[in-house]
């Protein structure tokens, strides 16, 4: 009797370690067997308004082991939920799938294998996420500096030019003096409108340079009106101090030009 007790206890306890190492086995051997897709790919047909998922999933037989489902998401909201029983080829494949999508438009693909492992991909459409409201906020913030740069540009032009062709016209210094002063109040705010410090740090690209010339046309254009201002403080230097005046002037309005055509570049205007 003891001795079948011990070869029952025997029996048990192997079958115990026989479940343990079969577990053990299982463990192992099924994610070795069941795998992830290698790789997805999103692509979008603007022409078709079809999404294609290109999955490469590698398998012995497509019948047997393949991805069982594909779950597209499109802005957080699924859209396409379909289950297989196998796949077309033992390695890459391609699923289309009729999605329109607009600017700003998310979709996230889910695709899981049959026996377990599942891969995602990502796909965003270009563009504004949400639409633009109603309001001041639909012009764009180049349109703004662009009309107030303008109009200070001209009004800086005439000043410049009312010494050179409007002596002859009565009052014409102060003609000059307001006519820049106007140009200048314009201007100021129209280079703060687009110059910010997170531009300075971007690598170099039509739009910084035409910052760092913005930057350049501010300083000059600061220097010009100390200059004017002080001028008449300068006694015997005073000459000099008008040529110097005179020749940011004609900086600025240079800088001014390259900098006009820079921003159109920027904007893609040219």
């Keep these: 009797m003891l001795i079948a007790y011990d070869e029952r206890e025997q029996s048990m306890a192997e079958q115990k370690y026989g479940i343990f190492i079969i577990i053990i086995l299982c463990t192992v051997v099924g994610p070795a067997v069941a795998h992830s897709p290698s790789e997805m790919q999103l692509v979008y ?74 891969g995602t991909a990502r796909f965003f459409m270009p563009g504004q996420t949400v639409p633009t409201p109603l309001g001041p906020d639909t012009v764009p913030r180049f349109m703004y500096h662009a009309v107030l740069m303008t109009a200070g540009i001209l009004c800086i032009l005439s000043a410049g030019l009312i010494p050179v062709y409007g002596k002859k016209i009565t009052g014409w210094y102060r003609l000059h003096v307001i006519t820049a002063a106007i140009g200048s109040i314009l201007v100021i705010p129209a280079l703060f409108l687009v110059f910010r410090v997170p531009y300075l740090s971007a690598p170099p690209s039509v739009f910084a340079i035409h910052v760092i010339l913005g930057l350049l046309l501010l300083v000059t254009l600061l220097g010009a009106i100390i200059l004017s201002v002080t001028r008449n403080r300068m006694g015997h230097r005073k000459g000099i101090v008008r040529r110097v005046h005179i020749w940011m002037g004609r900086a600025f309005i240079m800088l001014m030009v390259v900098n006009i055509l820079t921003g159109l570049a920027a904007v893609g205007v040219i």
Excluded: M
């Design 45 to 118: 047909s603007e022409k078709t308004g079809d999404v294609a998922l290109t999955v490469v999933h590698g398998v012995d037989d497509p019948s047997s082991h393949y991805i069982g489902e594909v779950t597209i998401r499109k802005n957080g909201e699924a859209v396409v939920d379909e289950v297989y029983a196998g796949q077309p080829s033992n390695d890459t494949f391609t699923y289309r799938y009729p999605l329109p999508l607009k600017a700003g438009d998310e979709i996230l693909a889910t695709a899981e294998c049959n026996i377990g492992g599942e």
